[in-house]
Each structure stands twice: as structure tokens, then as C-alpha cells.
């Protein structure tokens, strides 16, 4: 069995652009090298072409470019990149000297190095700013600086030309690496609180949404609920009065029996009037305002401002003729599923696409989230059953597949009496 090590969530762009500077220096080192390795003293075509530096380099880029690295090194991924490059910057500088520049040039060599070294380390140390913070950015750049001068300062004597410009070589190289590296971290400082203040607020306001919407559903049931108290149950109750009534009549006074059952007729006719304007005002009104392709796209629309989902929206327009009990359905549906990729899905993309053909209407809602075991998920939570049972309601089939983020397909056999 394979061990995986636990990942570092990194910061935005850093792979990227760490990526894009390595193959930048693979790309120039070797023209940098032959440029001035003949004013060294290097000799042989070779030598001229490759440093010790090289190697490590073209590694790197391999482990950059390879997602099996990443997942197999986990938390140790960027680390050991890091290290890798110093090694490049300050080691392999080091060993170019030792094994390739003659000794009677070792000592100006040294300090065309030392500054190449010096944007090696500087970009090194930034992108330790950029990941960790300024603690660890303070002990690459004062670490590397001391090193790097170190490993020069045996190719060099007091009694040299070059041993005051190396002394302030030194100097200005840790303060500005330093100095930049300190500038940079409190950047990146404030980048992350205001990411992280950003997703606090995007949370609260998903959250008011949510809370908004809850209470706006809440309060639409009570008006109904108060409308079907005062109208509905009210002409039923006196339906059922007046049928008692003509009930016990019909034998003794059958004309006043029957008059008395003209009158509930009338009642119940009304109480008819009445539940059928009650569940007209059920309906999504939506549909009614804008049709069924423009009122899924606007929810799509409300649903991903509202959870911060990356939004792909395909939805055909002139759906035309199709039942009323079918269009409700079809928008229940979608309502319920984009319900719950915001709600459950800790999704980070939506997809919506409403297509129809001369045979069915098709309607899909995925997402990126973490998805669900269909075996083990409750389908109450889900409101999976409920969506099943819409979809037989008109004849459609609902298909619901879990495997990598979820997709939810709704699709309407479309008969010729309904076509759109």
C-alpha cells in the first residue's frame, strides 16, 4: 500500500510561477555560462556548456511539472523545491569554482557569482514570503546570504583588489535580500487577510441569503395557510353544515331539502374557486414572468452570486407548449438541486445546461463538491426522494451520479401534443 502524505494547500499562483522561473533559468543558464565562462578560463567545449548547477535544475523541473511529486511528497512538496533550488544557487556556484575555473581566476570569478547568486537568493526568499511566514522568510535569506558568503571567502585574501568590493558585496546583498524579502511577506501579509476577510464575508452572506430565503418560504406558507383557513375551510365547513341539513330534510321536506342542496352546490363551487386560486399562487411565479429557460438561468444566476460558485450556463431558449404541471416540475427540480450544491456540496464551479431535442428536454445541474456515497446518503437530507418522486409524476426519468462532484439529469420525454 502506497503512503500518501498529508497535503499543504498552496498559495495562489506560487506553483505557477515558481514553475515558470525554473524553466526560465534551464533555459538561460546555459547561454549565461558560455557567455563568460571563456573570460574564466574554462576550457573545453563542454565545461563551457554544463555546471554543476545544471542538473539540479533540470530536476527540479521535473519535480514541478509532475503532479505524482506533489502527492507523494505532500507537505514536504514545496520544502524540498526550496532546498533544491538553494543548493542550485549557492552549492552549485560553489562547486563551478572548485571544479572548472582555473585557480588563477577563482577570485574575480568568484564575484561574478557571488552577484548571479545574489538574484538567485533574493527570488528564493521571496517565494519563502510568499508560502511561510516572515519567520521562516527571515531564516532562508540570513541563512543563504551567510553561506553563500562563506563558501566565497576562501577564494579570496585581505590583501586582494576585489576584498573591499566583496566586503560591501556582502552587506548590500543581505540587507536588500532581506530588506525585500521583509517588504514582500507583509504584501502577502495582507493579501491573505483580505482573502480570508473576503470568504468570512461571502460565508455571512450566503448565510443572510439563506436565512432571508427560509423566511421568505416561512412566510408565504402562513399567508397561505391564513387565505386557506379563511376561505377554503371555511366553505367546506358550511358544505358540510348544509349537506347535515339536507340530510335530515330530505324525507320530511324534500323541496326545502333540495334548495338547501342548491346552497351547498354554490358553497362548494366557491371553495372550488377558492383552492384553485390558492394553488395558483403556489405556482412559481417565475415561470409565469420570464418562462422556463430564462427563470432556471436567473436562479443559476442568484444560486452561484449567493455560494460563490464559478458559474457555466447553457439553457436554450424557446421552450414553448409545454404542460404547466411539467414546466413546475422541471423548475422544482433545478430549485431543489442548486439548493443543495449550495448548501452541501462545497463546491467551487456549477454547471446548468437546459437542452431539448424532437424527443426529449434535458435538464443537467453538476458540480465540483466532495459528492456522496448513494449506498450510504440519506435521501430525506438530499430531498433525493422527493426529486424521484417529481419525476415520475410526468413521466420523466431523474439520474443521479456521485462518482466525481455530483450530477443531477432530469430528462422529459417531450410527445408531439406537447413539443416545444
Not at 80 to 89: C, G, M, P, R
Not at 161 to 175: D, E, M, N
Not at 215 to 229: D, I, K, P, Y
Not at 362 to 370: C, K, P, V, Y
Request: proline content about 4%.
Amino acid at each position: 500500500m502506497m503512503f500518501v502524505m498529508k497535503q499543504t494547500t498552496l498559495e495562489p499562483g506560487l506553483l505557477q510561477t515558481l514553475r515558470v522561473y525554473v524553466v526560465v533559468t534551464m533555459i538561460l543558464l546555459p547561454f549565461l555560462w558560455h557567455s563568460y565562462s571563456s573570460s574564466f578560463g574554462v576550457e573545453g567545449s563542454l565545461r563551457r556548456l554544463i555546471t554543476p548547477g545544471q542538473p539540479v535544475i533540470v530536476f527540479l523541473a521535473v519535480y514541478l511539472f509532475f503532479p505524482w511529486w506533489q502527492q507523494r511528497m505532500g507537505r514536504a512538496f514545496l520544502p524540498v523545491a526550496f532546498i533544491l533550488l538553494a543548493a542550485q544557487a549557492v552549492f552549485g556556484n560553489y562547486l563551478t569554482l572548485q571544479w572548472l575555473v582555473p585557480p588563477p581566476m577563482r577570485e574575480s570569478a568568484a564575484l561574478v557569482l557571488m552577484l548571479r547568486a545574489w538574484s538567485l537568493i533574493q527570488f528564493l526568499v521571496l517565494f519563502v514570503a510568499w508560502q511561510y511566514n516572515p519567520f521562516w522568510m527571515m531564516v532562508a535569506g540570513i541563512g543563504l546570504s551567510l553561506l553563500d558568503a562563506a563558501l566565497y571567502f576562501p577564494f579570496l585574501h585581505e590583501s586582494s583588489a576585489f576584498y573591499p568590493f566583496y566586503s560591501a558585496l556582502v552587506i548590500g546583498r543581505f540587507i536588500a535580500v532581506t530588506g525585500a524579502g521583509l517588504g514582500f511577506a507583509w504584501l502577502i501579509k495582507r493579501q491573505r487577510e483580505h482573502r480570508a476577510a473576503l470568504a468570512e464575508a461571502n460565508q455571512k452572506l450566503a448565510q443572510y441569503a439563506a436565512a432571508t430565503e427560509q423566511l421568505a418560504v416561512s412566510q408565504e406558507r402562513n399567508r397561505l395557510a391564513r387565505e386557506l383557513h379563511d376561505t377554503l375551510a371555511h366553505s367546506l365547513s358550511g358544505a358540510a353544515v348544509q349537506l347535515e341539513a339536507v340530510q335530515a330534510l330530505w324525507d320530511v321536506k324534500p323541496g326545502e331539502a333540495r334548495q338547501m342542496l342548491d346552497q351547498a352546490l354554490e358553497v362548494t363551487q366557491s371553495g372550488l374557486t377558492e383552492a384553485r386560486r390558492a394553488l395558483h399562487s403556489l405556482r412559481a411565479s417565475p415561470l409565469e414572468d420570464l418562462g422556463l429557460a430564462l427563470a432556471i438561468s436567473d436562479m443559476a444566476k442568484s444560486t452561484a452570486a449567493r455560494a460563490n460558485l464559478r458559474l457555466e450556463l447553457d439553457a436554450q431558449n424557446h421552450i414553448e407548449n409545454l404542460p404547466p404541471e411539467v414546466e413546475q416540475c422541471i423548475y422544482r427540480v433545478a430549485q431543489e438541486a442548486m439548493a443543495n450544491v449550495a448548501r452541501h456540496a462545497e463546491a467551487a464551479s456549477l454547471r446548468v445546461t437546459l437542452r431539448h431535442d424532437s424527443r426529449a428536454l434535458t435538464l443537467t445541474i453538476a458540480d465540483d463538491g466532495n459528492g456522496f456515497n448513494l449506498a450510504e446518503v440519506n435521501d430525506t437530507r438530499y430531498g433525493l426522494k422527493g426529486l424521484h418522486e417529481r419525476a415520475e409524476m410526468i413521466g420523466a426519468s431523474l439520474q443521479v451520479d456521485s462518482t466525481s462532484g455530483t450530477t443531477i439529469r432530469l430528462i422529459v420525454p417531450i410527445h408531439k401534443g406537447d413539443k416545444p
